[in-house]
């Protein structure tokens, strides 16, 4: 499907828009006729991380949105997430919601959180769109990791203002990125995370608050 024919980083062909996104709805109909429909299907896994084996730009992005998403979506209410970049770009993010037939076609904005300044995106809070980090993480289980990881799940709701965030993975090789080491106990980190999980409910919503107190 793409320009280039191989496993190397590359664009997705124009010719081939539709048969992708034939493709990402073959997966929406298999879970659907399997009784666990999808809630949600992103375009692409970070569509501007220079290893993917296929790419996009935001205007790439854009143009695939505003003309399939729609095939996508038929026959099911699967919501739309992109553009799920690398690295929170705004760039990806407004070219999707400055094109209008685009903006409506895409229900979830995501980003993912390296290598960037966390800064806030307002044309995604205007557009009342919902806003997700849909994978990071913080390497290590010492003290020090453990609490970059609270603080960066802080940044993320009050400074970025994602309203869900998402960790890497839950278990797997590397322990240090985890939630659950091999014998399914919690890492400290799953400790961190639950400290918001359980107590930022469906629903929540942050408030100002002022204190006269500076200690």
């Not at 970070?46 to 003309?67: R, V, W």
């Not at 469906?202 to 608050?209: E, I, K, L, Q, T």
């Amino acid at each position: 499907m793409k320009v280039n024919k191989q496993d190397e980083p590359g664009p997705l062909s124009s010719n081939q828009y539709s048969d992708y996104a034939d493709y990402l709805k073959s997966f929406v109909d298999y879970f659907k006729n399997n009784s666990a429909p999808l809630y949600a299907i992103s375009i692409i896994n970070e569509p501007d991380y220079s290893d993917n084996p296929m790419t996009f730009t935001p205007d790439q992005m854009k143009n695939f949105l505003k003309n399939f998403a729609g095939r996508i979506k038929s026959g099911s209410n699967i919501k739309i997430i992109a553009p799920e970049s690398y690295g929170y770009r705004r760039d990806m993010n407004d070219a999707i919601l400055n094109d209008p037939q685009s903006a409506s076609a895409v229900d979830i904005i995501a980003s993912h959180g390296y290598g960037f300044i966390m800064k806030p995106q307002p044309l995604v809070k205007k557009s009342g769109k919902k806003f997700w980090m849909t994978e990071h993480f913080i390497d290590g289980n010492d003290f020090n990791s453990v609490m970059k990881q609270a603080e960066d799940i802080h940044n993320c709701l009050t400074i970025a203002e994602f309203n869900a965030y998402i960790h890497w993975w839950l278990r797997g090789n590397s322990i240090t990125m985890m939630l659950l080491y091999q014998n399914w106990q919690l890492t400290p980190k799953a400790y961190v995370i639950g400290h918001f999980a359980k107590f930022i409910r469906p629903g929540y919503f942050r408030v100002n608050s002022v204190s006269s107190n500076n200690n």
